[in-house]
């Protein structure tokens, strides 16, 4: 059985679910808050290492006062309330993103469940917030330029695994597998750099209705795939 040791998910269409239910955006991200505990409690008994969900990205600030508010409160609800829960199983809490951007609450609060959860062994359970891939790429070429201008890099020694260990992920492995609920079959400048050779799966369920069953399914139609990585396979 072929190992999903990274899965990343692009958890979208809150805003639908509620909708096709005759509720206010706001109850389909809390909906979605809730199946972040399922869906991590399910991907770590199918064997996943690590698991990066999108929860904020560097254009969602473009949305209404209202709903960002809502959305910059929702770390503080899961973490309240799941938290013990994700202590108990060894989950660590990482984070990517422009953290230094968000409000001070939102901050703390993530930074808060990263800290006291940093000596679990177990699933690394990653919240990309404020996350943007251009952004983060941009970020690292800001430091990579400073130690060029110090002297400590020439230009030509610039390799693609230095490039990586100025990421966000830097401690991370590369994507194996990348879902999208909803339907969508974009990107939306989610991990550029770590799906250079992902496997991509886009489900029609929306995030809220996404369950352990689909998940899955998905990780099982990805143990069939055959990944080249440019290479053959004879
Ligand atoms: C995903 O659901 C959550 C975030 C992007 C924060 P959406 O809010 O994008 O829901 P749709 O896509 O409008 O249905
Ligand atoms: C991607 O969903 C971001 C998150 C899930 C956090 P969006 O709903 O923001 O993406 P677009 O705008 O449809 O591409
Ligand atoms: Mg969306």
Known sequence: MKEC???AIIMDGNGRWAKSKGLPRTAGHKAGADNVRNIAIAANELGVKYLTLY???????????????YLMKLPGYLFNVFMPEFME??????LIGDIDGLPEGTRKVILKAAEDSKNNTG????????YGSRDEIRRAMVQIAEEVKEGNVN????TEEMISSHLDTKEFPDVD????TSGEQRISNYLLWQ????EMEFVKESWPAFTPEI????????????????????
């Open 195 to 198: 799906i250079a050779y992902a």
């Open 55 to 69: 929860a904020f990205s560097t254009e969602n600030w473009k949305r209404s006062a209202d709903e960002v508010g």
């Open 215 to 234: 998940l899955a399914k998905c990780l099982d139609e990805y143990s069939h795939r055959d990944r080249r990585f440019g290479g053959r396979n004879e």
């Open 5 to 7: 040791k990274h899965l």
């Open 123 to 130: 699933l690394n359970l990653i919240i990309a917030i404020n």
């Open 177 to 180: 597998l990348l879902i999208r």
């Open 155 to 158: 230009p030509e020694e610039i």
């Open 89 to 94: 199983r060894g989950f660590r809490i990482r």
